[in-house]
């Protein structure tokens, strides 16, 4: 049952927490210790909390999964894992998290109080709204950016982040949205109620959108951040995050392999060097020009 818990919690998604360290990474305080640590115990608690609301997402999709080709081997549409359990456990980690979070930081624990509430309100209602849908899921990345900015003192924390943070965001969550509309064909709302308010075209148009706004936002936040290289070399990280766009665009469209945004980061090896690549140029630039 330990096991079933911890395969319903996520932890391959827990990536996505990352984003909690954007506010110590560009606001050039990586190798400070303190905030480093702090950070640290952010990114933990996010896990927590995040997988408090894929437990009770579970829960209120158990139907649903069941019908699912791929969802219905999951713990709970399977009967591996206990609801009594599952309810259990997803309510000890919200109040974990927001317990410690406080201890922490009061301005942090109300932030993740908000993503698990406006994560409920998803799991329950607007996850069935076309847009609506992709809209609070890119919200919940740019509360994980804003989280990051509570747990230390910013001094020089560019605005254009979070511009980028919610295009990319967008970007990943209509992708997914296309490859589940793919994958599901002919009987995609029987699954996913929201799939009946798309189509393939759609998306795509929406895609095209927003990987280019995605490329001009970051583009503009290289030589517009008020704490960068004034020979602005930052704009040497253009090239990958483009590849990085290309790259997924690539697998929507050829290899179909986009429905868990997740999967592709710890499984596609070109997006894992591209990805490492602009992190250690990053680096290179903020810490040591």
Wanted: charged share 15%; net charge positive.
């Amino acid at each position: 049952m330990l096991s079933a818990l911890f395969k319903t919690m996520r932890p391959r998604q827990w990536t996505k927490n990352g984003f909690v360290f954007f506010a110590l990474v560009f606001d050039k305080q990586l190798f400070k210790l303190i905030p480093l640590e702090r950070t640290l115990a952010g990114f933990f608690l996010f896990c927590l909390i995040s997988s408090a609301v894929y437990i009770f997402n579970d829960l209120a999709d158990i139907e649903a999964d069941r019908q699912h080709p791929e969802k219905k081997f999951r713990p709970l549409p399977s009967g591996k894992l206990p609801l009594g359990a599952a309810w259990s456990a997803g309510i000890a980690l919200v109040i974990c998290s927001i317990g410690i979070g406080w201890f922490l930081s009061p301005a942090f624990a109300g932030v993740v109080a908000f993503y698990f509430f406006i994560n409920i309100l998803y799991s329950r209602w607007l996850k069935h709204v076309p847009i609506l849908d992709v809209l609070i899921v890119a919200a919940g990345f740019v509360l994980r950016v804003h989280a990051g900015t509570t747990l230390i003192e910013v001094e020089r924390f560019s605005p254009w982040l979070y511009v980028v943070t919610t295009l990319g965001a967008l970007y990943l969550g209509f992708g997914k949205r296309r490859s589940e509309l793919a994958l599901l064909a002919q009987g995609a709302g029987s699954h996913r109620k929201v799939l009946d308010g798309y189509t393939l075209p759609l998306l795509d148009q929406y895609i095209t959108i927003v990987s280019a706004a995605t490329i001009l936002a970051y583009s503009l936040y290289t030589f517009s951040a008020p704490n960068l290289p004034r020979n602005h070399s930052m704009m040497l990280t253009i090239p990958f995050m483009a590849y990085i766009i290309f790259r997924y665009l690539y697998i929507i469209q050829v290899t179909h392999q986009a429905g868990a945004p997740e999967e592709v980061l710890l499984s596609d090896r070109p997006m894992q060097i591209a990805i490492a690549l602009m992190g250690i140029t990053i680096v290179v630039i903020f810490y040591l020009s």
